[in-house]
């Protein structure tokens, strides 16, 4: 479907969506790019291509979310944009809004290898059942596969969820495969890695010397790959991220 059905499709369901911080139309296409739209900002798309450490082969892209103030013509932090649902109904339609914009803009962009997008964990706490499967409906007319996209989960948020397992079982039946942000910021939970089975762990900064050997041995040990963020200094990580792509102006 050609990427401008794609947004008109996409608008005419956000119709029927809840929440009274949503727009009629969310989605807007521009030449090769598309913007989203929430209680006044414009939110946009950023890649990091994910690169293997010894090859440098390219192994996917992660999605980073941008933010401009349409009033005041400033930039915000994705942390401005998540605090303003005023229930868990609304913030499922957001955290959803923003995976699908991401993956328009990652089809729109014509970009390679997997898509690794991160998922809010108040987003996991607010679904009880059936994660990945709304999201799935999503990507399907957009002709991407559960296969095709990575889950990153952030622990230091999720772990006090009582369904997380649940979740994490959901989200692998389905096709999706799972990574971890930041592992390490807090005291590392292996137990719990071990029972996520994830595709790939990311190395939080905090991890240095003996603990990151310890971490990647382990990380290893599981069948994952280990991924430095472009501020952690772990040489020996399987896979790093890149620099940005360019990003383009508004619509």
Known sequence: MPLTELV????????????????????????RQVW??????QLGSR????????????????????ILHLERGTRLEPEALFV???DDEEFIYLDRLVRTLHALNYLSQGLQG????????????????????????????????PTRITLELDLDGVEAVPHLLRAARNYHRRGYRIAVHRFGRVAPDYPLLAQLQPWIVGLDSRLA?????????RIQAQGALSLAYRETAAASSDLFLGAPHPAEGPP
Do not use: M, W, Y
């Open 114 to 145: 997997n898509l690794l997008l991160q998922v809010h964990p108040r987003h996991v706490q607010s679904v009880p059942d059936s994660h990945g499967l709304a999201f799935e409906e999503i990507l399907r007319p957009c002709g991407l596969l």
């Open 36 to 41: 989203a739209r929430f209680a006044g900002l």
């Open 209 to 217: 010397g003996a603990p990151l050997a310890e971490a990647q041995a």
């Open 47 to 66: 890649f990091l291509p994910i690169l293997e450490r010894r090859s440098g082969r390219l192994h996917g892209h992660r999605a980073s979310l941008e």
């Open 8 to 31: 008109r499709h996409l608008n005419h369901q956000a119709r029927h969506q809840p929440g009274s911080l949503r727009v009629p139309q969310p989605f807007a296409s521009g030449e």
């Open 84 to 86: 303003l649902p005023s």
